[in-house]
């Protein structure tokens, strides 16, 4: 799978030597209407292979959940061969320039790789820089599935960053309780949490979206903040929802709903193909009130 992504990763920049061959042709040959298309074509693939994932879109949305914070939602590392430490540093300064910020919640995939702790540190070294508290919840890439286990390597890495990880863990603040829950196709996401901790409002952060079809009706998050769709990251109509791994129609967004109020970010970074379209990388600011 490494060798796959690597040869599509560098494979793609032999679009250019194709742009100009199509330049040629269209300038000495019949059949311009031929060359033309895919001329065209051979752009719409350069923006969305080489501009558009290395654009940092910020989205602002106000959610009315009964807790007054401002906070920064980020996910969808997948670090290793499509985006490097440069392209985090970037958005950590993205961050560190936000104002009156209460906290960041980095909703993973980590990595798709196996790594030595060591080697993480060094991918993720800017998170450190961070200027607001942080915190982070694991998914399938980081703990087993579809990749290699790197939950202890992680584990090791962000104690070093100073990053707080939660898996099925809470954090209590005198407003509201932060819930952090384990990795759904791991069956880790102990929703039954969420029972013991009704007297205030509570926020929850975890992966996948389907983790919220299982909630009780009545003891329910006021807000999940999920990721994982990726909301697909080539947004052709009619298409990309049909690629989008989850049991419900689920995209991206906010969703209000009889389980409690929902919004998934788009994420950052790219898996599968390294490719953007109509889906720019996004820090997602969520003002809560």
């Given at each position: ?5 690597l040869f599509l990763y560098r494979g793609s920049f032999l679009v250019f030597p194709f742009i100009l061959l199509m330049l040629y042709l269209l300038h000495s ?176 952060l975890t992966h996948n979206p389907d983790t919220t079809l299982a909630y009780d009706k009545t003891n329910n998050a006021d807000l999940t903040l999920v990721w ?62």
């Amino acid at each position: 799978m490494q060798f796959v992504r690597l040869f599509l990763y560098r494979g793609s920049f032999l679009v250019f030597p194709f742009i100009l061959l199509m330049l040629y042709l269209l300038h000495s040959q019949k059949k311009k209407r031929i060359w033309l298309f895919l001329f065209m074509w051979s752009l719409v693939f350069v923006w969305a292979r080489f501009i558009e994932p290395q654009l940092i879109h910020i989205q602002e949305t106000k959610i009315d959940v009964w807790i007054t914070k401002t906070v920064v939602l980020i996910a969808d590392f997948h670090m290793g061969v499509y985006k490097r430490p440069d392209f985090l540093a970037r958005v950590v300064s993205e961050i560190n320039n936000l104002q009156d910020i209460d906290f960041v919640l980095i909703a993973w995939d980590f990595a798709d790789n196996p790594l030595s702790s060591d080697v993480l540190i060094d991918l993720y070294a800017a998170l450190w820089q961070i200027e607001a508290p942080t915190y982070a919840v694991l998914w399938n890439h980081d703990v087993e599935k579809p990749g290699p286990p790197l939950r202890d390597e992680l584990v090791a890495a962000l104690w070093s960053l100073w990053v707080t990880l939660l898996n099925n863990d809470v954090v209590s603040f005198p407003s509201f309780d932060l819930i952090g829950l384990g990795a759904h196709l791991n069956a880790e996401d102990q929703i039954s949490i969420l029972w013991d901790y009704t007297s205030k409002p509570s926020l929850v952060l975890t992966h996948n979206p389907d983790t919220t079809l299982a909630y009780d009706k009545t003891n329910n998050a006021d807000l999940t903040l999920v990721w994982h769709t990726h909301c697909w990251q080539v947004k052709i109509p009619g298409l990309y929802q049909q690629l989008i791994p989850t049991r419900w129609s689920f995209v991206g967004g906010k969703y209000e709903w009889e389980y409690g109020d929902l919004f998934i970010t788009c994420g950052l970074w790219e898996t599968g193909l390294p490719l953007r379209l109509f889906n720019p990388p996004t820090i997602d600011i969520l003002h809560l009130y």
